[in-house]
């Protein structure tokens, strides 16, 4: 009952940034957690950030500093803005989210930072 669509992923170069969205849909009223994985070629998926209903964020050490999540006013909407790329965040970048005790994922969308 809960649909993810992200958006936002591309090509960029190194130092370059990107924004990307995740807009959920659904038979729903309001999320309490949304969050950002990424899953690169030959690993497992690892979490990138975290954001809960009232605002508490958690971050990668590997993205700290560099990467912003952040939440629309409709609380079930989430933002990653990326900066400062590198070669090594090229993944597939998923959005989640959690609604009544139960966890959504989105497609995916690719990010691919060239070197």
């Known amino acids: 009952q809960v649909q993810l669509v992200e958006s936002g992923g591309g090509l960029v170069q190194p130092g370059g940034s990107l924004r990307l969205s995740c807009e959920a849909s659904?038979?729903?009223?309001?999320?309490?957690?949304m969050g950002w994985y990424r899953q690169a070629p030959g690993k497992q998926r690892e979490l990138v950030a975290t954001?809960?209903?009232?605002?508490?964020?958690n971050y990668a050490d590997s993205v700290k500093g560099r990467f912003t999540i952040s939440r629309g006013n409709a609380k079930n909407t989430v933002y990653l803005q990326m900066n400062s790329l590198k070669p090594e965040d090229t993944a597939v970048y998923y959005c989640?989210?959690?609604?009544?005790?139960?966890?959504?994922w989105g497609q995916g969308t690719q990010v691919v930072v060239s070197s």
């Open positions: 989640n989210a959690i609604y009544l005790a139960n966890l959504y």
């Open positions: 659904g038979s729903i009223f309001s999320i309490n957690n």
């Open positions: 954001i809960t209903s009232g605002g508490s964020t």
